[in-house]
């Protein structure tokens, strides 16, 4: 495996794994600094770090902390981005500009992504990723998500994508960059808070070996790029698609009469959505980014085996 760049300050732990061959997987911080509110938010990515180690798995959360990107990160990290309201939303195009100013910054899942694979890690593991808004004809708001897992070669464990989104839309647009959209034991899309979405799977996988598989299938033929897998939320702990749209409907409307737009449109809803439901939106992120990461950890160590 390659070394991580060295622009990167990367922990010894990390290192290390990353030296052996070890599984490593990675994990992002927007969740941790707009996607929930403190102290839940330092708590889900400790929880989540120590859930990845019991599986056998080394964690790397990833941020820019002093204008450096960071690996990895420690406890008073975590409680850094959770709790300070220095903290920028950083997607692909800010990386540099946050850099340069030695601020800190959170990294999306575009980000996320970039610095991963910057570092050697080929699997990382959200809640959801971003995609194709609605209304998008007119505001063309679309994710860099979308063409950072068209160019950059990790697979990203999520719960489908956020259904505050177009999802049809989102997987169209998936398919024609040549992005495999793999669904983890199911023919439905997830759509993050629901286990169904209505909109058929493209692929789909029965374990994380096959997973590991079409990883190295695709990456050792130099198809370049990253790799979807879908990973509906446990049954137990979604909210039917039903009763969600409703409530996201009410989250847009409100979004729309405060005139919040761009980066600042999905923590709002998310936040939105957590006051409507009194909760219960937040109990299912927690849950569907835990499940997420018993996943991960099972395809890292699949795709570190071969």
């Not at 998500?145 to 990790?154: I, K, N, Q, S």
């Not at 990253?226 to 039917?240: F, K, M, Q, S, T």
């Not at 761009?262 to 957590?274: D, N, S, Y």
């Amino acid at each position: 495996m390659s070394n991580p760049h060295p622009a990167l300050e990367v922990t010894a732990e990390v290192r290390s794994a990353l030296q052996s061959g070890r599984p490593v997987v990675a994990l992002e911080s927007t969740i941790i600094s707009h996607g929930m509110p403190y102290p839940q938010n330092v708590e889900t990515a400790r929880g989540v770090e120590q859930l990845l180690r019991d599986e056998g798995v080394v964690p790397a959360t990833i941020a820019i902390l002093h204008g450096r990107p960071r690996v990895g990160l420690t406890t008073p990290d975590l409680e850094l981005l959770g709790s300070s309201g220095d903290v920028a939303k950083v997607s692909i195009r800010d990386i540099p500009y946050v850099m340069a100013r030695r601020a800190h910054g959170a990294t999306t899942v575009a980000a996320t992504m970039r610095i991963a694979a910057l570092a050697g890690i080929p699997v990382f593991v959200t809640g959801g990723i971003g995609g194709v808004h609605r209304g998008a004809g007119e505001t063309f708001d679309v994710s860099a998500d979308l063409e950072e897992l068209a160019r950059t070669d990790v697979t990203v464990v999520s719960a489908g994508v956020k259904s505050i989104l177009d999802i049809g839309l989102t997987l169209e647009r998936l398919e024609t960059l040549g992005v495999p959209v793999l669904g983890y034991r199911t023919d439905d899309f997830p759509a993050f808070y629901s286990r169904h979405s209505g909109q058929p799977v493209p692929l789909r996988v029965e374990d994380p070996e096959e997973a590991a598989a079409l990883m190295h299938a695709k990456w050792d033929l130099g198809l370049r790029g990253g790799v979807l897998l879908a990973n509906p939320v446990p049954e137990e702990e979604e909210i039917p698609s039903e009763r969600i749209s409703a409530i996201i409907d009410q989250a847009l409307a409100d979004m729309a009469a405060a005139g919040i737009s761009g980066k600042e449109a999905t923590p709002f809803l998310l936040g939105r959505i957590v006051e409507i439901t009194g909760g219960e939106s937040l109990r299912t992120n927690i849950a569907l980014v835990r499940n997420n990461a018993r996943l991960g950890a099972a395809v890292a160590r699949a795709y570190a085996a071969e």
